[in-house]
């Protein structure tokens, strides 16, 4: 095994560490690992993270619905929209991609292009929102009712993220958890990585009819990232959320930059 992959694998520690900590953002990490560190193509590289970010997340969630942390009506509202999303967006649009995306004279982008940059632009709005703390206290549902159909709606769209690029969207899914259900942070978390563990099986559930998959690679892969979500979980009661935030934002940007740098050349 050379350097590069035993980085690739203490990698996965670190995709674990960050949704045990934050609630998400695991799959911003793993979609560049198996890209520039695994050399996997990158629509394959998507459906690899649905399933390393789905069981380490679904890991994680049996913790937080054991301590009574998720919101298993507002979970309904959001997910079962997000879920038919998700999975007509991996089963369908995906696979219906014209390769390559944009054609026009001398000009052309794939459509593994095109979906890492896409994913680079995701990168730099959730660094973003990390880095200048974008977490609504309270919003919308400030009262404590749910704003149920707004959910819905957002659910849908999260779930076309899910499916395009194979993120989570945890960085979207705990802010509108606040401020449309009126959730405190810690739930919202909870209950984040609880819609993300199911969102990213229902994604990979519409991509195995027409993939074939490196078992022997994955399983240890996901094997090691379970590992790293309870460390994070354990660490999430000692590190400061905002410092971790903000320091994981600048290194999110700093991928991003280096994904789109790596393109363009």
């Known amino acids: 095994m050379s350097g590069q992959e035993l980085f690739g694998y203490a990698s996965a520690v670190v995709v674990g560490l960050v949704i045990g900590l934050a609630g998400g953002g695991g799959s911003i990490l793993t979609v560049p690992i198996f890209v520039y560190v695994f050399h996997i193509p990158t629509v394959l590289a998507t459906t690899y993270s649905l399933f390393v970010v789905g069981s380490t997340s679904l890991i994680g969630s049996v913790n937080h619905i054991w301590k009574k942390r998720v919101d298993l009506r507002v979970t ?77 709606l957002d659910g849908l769209a999260v779930g076309l993220l899910t499916g395009t690029i194979g993120a989570g969207g945890g960085f979207l899914i705990v802010p509108m958890l606040v401020l449309l259900a009126g959730l405190p942070v810690h739930r919202a978390v909870a209950t984040s990585v609880f819609i993300i563990a199911i969102n990213s099986f229902v994604g990979f559930l519409g991509d195995i009819h027409h993939t074939n998959l490196n078992w022997n690679f994955l399983v240890p892969f996901t094997g090691l990232s379970i590992i790293g979500i309870f460390f994070g979980m354990y660490f999430a009661r000692f590190v400061a959320p905002d410092k971790l935030k903000k320091g994981f934002g600048w290194f999110v940007l700093t991928v991003a930059f280096y994904m789109i740098i790596r393109e363009i050349l």
């Open 76 to 152: 309904l509202a959001f997910a079962l929209p997000s879920f038919v999303s998700v999975y007509l967006s991996r089963r369908f649009l995906v696979p219906a991609l014209p390769d390559p995306l944009v054609q026009y004279a001398q000009f052309s982008l794939s459509k593994s292009d095109a979906i890492l940059y896409f994913f680079s632009i995701v990168m730099i709005i959730a660094a973003r929102a990390m880095i200048h703390n974008d977490q609504p206290e309270q919003g919308e549902a400030a009262d404590g009712r749910p704003r149920y159909r707004s959910l819905a």
